[in-house]
């Protein structure tokens, strides 16, 4: 497996699933580079859904299903 880092872009695959986690819709993505990553502050007196987000650089996106 290649990871991407910031200097070194790598291809990769974003899936969606379904509620039963069969694939929805998927995108492959070519030289790909994370240029922020974040996260919603979590609070252990709640149960709510913990979010992250990441914002991706590529060269190009094409759906694949």
Do not use: F, G
Not at 34 to 39: L, Q
Request: positive net charge; aromatic residues 4%; proline residues 5%.
């Amino acid at each position: 497996r290649q990871m991407c880092i910031r200097d070194r872009p790598c291809n990769m695959t974003v899936t969606l699933l379904d509620e039963k986690n069969k694939i929805a819709a998927s995108w492959i993505c070519t030289r790909v580079i994370p240029v922020k990553w974040s996260m919603a502050p979590l609070n252990a007196s709640e149960s709510k859904i913990a979010i992250e987000t990441i914002t991706l650089k590529y060269e190009e996106i094409r759906r694949s299903k």
